[in-house]
């Protein structure tokens, strides 16, 4: 089945840094484009950024544009989403998803919470 393990996830204060991972199995990884969402209290789930499948092109929410990488290394079956500048408003549950074989996957969510 294919599955969808997220870490790296906690307590950071603002301005700080984090990097989220995400290791897949279960598909043709080197295939699959790639995202993380996030999703805060009481608001909708949102895109936060997204890779091909080579790695070759990025496209990120504008509220973390030039604070927020997305890559991946096919070789270890992981993407990763390295958060820094980390602000209030980035308190999230974020997930991994995935798309294969014509279905969307989800990891379980991983929690970031930003302190002042």
């Known amino acids: 089945q294919v599955q969808l393990v997220e870490s790296g996830g906690g307590l950071v204060q603002a301005g700080g840094s984090l990097r989220l991972s995400c290791t897949a199995s279960g598909f043709t990884f080197s295939r699959a484009a790639m995202s993380w969402y996030r999703q805060a209290p009481g608001k909708e789930r949102e895109l936060v950024a997204v890779i091909t499948g080579t790695g070759g092109s990025t496209n990120y929410a504008d509220s973390v544009k030039g604070r927020f990488t997305i890559s991946r290394d096919n070789a270890k079956y992981t993407v990763y989403l390295q958060m820094n500048n980390l602000k209030l408003e980035d308190t999230a549950e974020y997930y991994c998803?995935?798309?294969?074989?014509?279905?969307?996957?989800w990891g379980q969510g991983t929690q970031v919470t930003v302190s002042s």
């Open positions: 998803a995935a798309v294969a074989s014509g279905l969307n996957y």
